[in-house]
Nanobody, 125 residues
């Protein structure tokens, strides 16, 4: 059984930074893409950043470009999201996810088959 455990969420003032981490435990895969999604109240869950198996392929939402950085450590089965210059509109529950069998970064939520429980990020103005 695969489990994804996120950490690092919390409350921060606008302009501040947070680093989210996600550890993948249980069944291992030969290769998998990973992504960070977020969902604000009343809105759909959207991809914020995605990364391919070897870390060379990345993709960011326009709202995240220049502020967020996704990275992964395959030796530790972890993925991180460094978020800088946070804005109130970044407030949401953030989820990490695994898209098994993919080498390149994936963008659509239906390409992901394992999800974490989510971590709250709140940015105050």
């Amino acid at each position: 059984q695969v489990q994804l455990v996120e950490s690092g969420g919390g409350l921060v003032q606008a302009g501040g930074s947070l680093r989210l981490s996600c550890a993948v435990t249980g069944r291992t895969f030969s290769n998998y893409a990973m992504g960070w999604f977020r969902q604000a109240p009343g809105k759909e869950r959207d991809c914020v950043a995605a990364i391919g198996w070897r870390g060379r392929s990345t993709r960011y939402a326009d709202s995240a470009k220049g502020r967020f950085t996704i990275s992964r450590d395959n030796a530790k089965n972890t993925v991180s999201l460094q978020m800088n210059s946070l804005k109130p509109e970044d407030t949401a529950v953030y989820y990490c996810a695994v898209a098994s069998g993919y080498n390149s970064a994936r963008w659509l939520s239906n390409e992901y088959d394992y999800w974490g429980q989510g971590t709250q990020v709140t940015v105050s103005s």
